[in-house]
């Protein structure tokens, strides 16, 4: 069979998308899981569960920055491959053991292989695109994880019913499609295999570093969706079983409608490119997540609830596409700018796991939200005082 260029990027762009589905239903349904798995074998409170839920993140971080000046050296599949089977077997381990310092040993296992998996996608799939073809790339790739957030939420919920561990181990078959997936690819189509490392196809191509400055403003508002986000995947069920006394299959359908607000705004943000290198936009979504935590402060039904996590939904794609998409347009080092990407958004996390699983465990849900949304509105007030004052700076030159 004749694999020309355009039927190689056609192949790639569906198997890297199909995978990305796939490899963030698996983490996603696992993430969730290991909350449940938390209180209802190891019998961990709210706030040490948020601690053992960070564990992952944390380790994500870590590995993120410490790898990242050796994996640009490394063909981006064989990176992928790697991370697919550390993953398995980490999840394997955290739910066959009963020891607890056991479990938090494969957390950090299983987020420092996963430090292998998004930045390398990420980096792959944008290489040697710019503009209406780098937003096309990036958010069909959003749209395709976010697809599998949404459906592992209540897919998670509805196996946790079952069991706490039950969706560990249907975590591990999916884990070894994706592999199967990423290996059979590249062994069949020669462009795929061929695939250089960023490394040498920088040294053996000629490029200019034309960066936005505006990913600053946006790198900020990832960290702040992603506290938002880790809050409702994390502190959030919790609070479902404690105070709102909803089940966990119910609990995930409401999870599945941010989930499904978020496709549907990448699909839509990947059409349009009026949000393009404009601040407004930036700012406005920020502002509106900060001012959203403070109107669900009152909130107390399941259909409020519904409503705020369908408005996140959309705000959360929005930050999400803003940071992948300002911070790759013009770099020649895409691999570092998205290692760049999901070290903030795991700071985020960290944040969002940590705090609010203290102050719901001290405190209450509504004071987690208040917190957020207070912080988030004088972080976007430092932003626009920053953006004035170096527009003052321009003009007067």
Not at 26 to 47: E, K, Q
Not at 83 to 105: E, K, Q
Not at 190 to 214: Q, V
Request: proline share 2%.
């Amino acid at each position: 069979m004749q694999f020309t260029k355009e039927r190689t990027d056609t192949i790639q762009f569906w198997v890297l998308n199909t995978a990305s589905f796939l490899a963030q239903l698996t983490i996603a349904m696992v993430n969730l899981a290991l909350v449940y798995h938390l209180r209802g074998f190891f019998h961990l409170s709210a706030d040490k569960i948020g601690i053992a839920a960070s564990i992952c993140p944390a380790a994500y971080l870590i590995f993120c920055i410490l790898l990242s000046p050796y994996t640009g050296h490394f063909k981006p599949r064989n990176l992928v491959e790697l991370s697919l089977l550390g993953m398995a077997l980490s999840v394997a381990l955290f739910a066959s053991t009963s020891i607890l310092a056991v479990a938090y040993a494969s957390l950090a296992c299983y987020g420092a292989f996963m430090s292998l998996l998004w930045p390398q996608i990420e980096g792959w799939f944008s290489r040697g695109k710019e503009g209406k073809q780098l937003s096309h790339v990036s958010n069909a790739f959003n749209f395709s994880w976010s697809f599998g957030v949404g459906v592992s939420s209540f897919v998670a919920g509805l196996l946790v019913e079952r069991s706490t561990t039950l969706p560990f181990w249907v975590s591990l078959a999916l884990f070894a499609v994706v592999f199967l997936m990423i290996f059979g690819s590249s062994a069949l189509v020669p462009g795929i295999r061929a695939m250089k490392s960023e490394k040498e196809e920088n040294r053996d191509t000629e490029k200019t570093d034309t960066s936005t400055p505006l990913r600053f403003y946006c790198w900020t508002g990832v960290i702040i969706l992603y506290t938002g986000m880790s809050v409702i995947l994390t502190i959030f069920p919790l609070y479902a079983q404690d105070v709102l006394k909803i089940s966990e299959s119910l609990t995930g359908l409401l999870l599945l409608f941010r989930g499904v607000a978020t496709c549907i705004s990448f699909l839509l943000l990947g059409r349009f490119g009026f949000w393009h290198f404009k601040k407004r936009y930036i700012f406005s979504t920020q502002l509106l997540f900060g001012l959203s935590c403070l109107v669900a402060l009152g909130f107390s039904s399941i259909l409020s609830y519904g409503l705020f996590f369908l408005l996140f939904g959309i705000l959360f794609a929005t930050a999400y596409t803003q940071s992948m998409f300002h911070g790759a347009s013009g770099s020649i080092n895409r691999s570092q700018r998205m290692i760049i990407h999901e070290v903030l958004l795991t700071v985020g996390t960290i944040l969002g796991a940590v705090l609010g699983g203290y102050l719901y465990e001290t405190f209450s849900f509504s004071l987690v939200l208040g917190a957020i949304g207070t912080g988030t509105l004088v972080v976007v007030l430092a932003e626009l005082m920053v953006a004035f004052v170096g527009q003052r700076r321009v003009v007067a030159v």
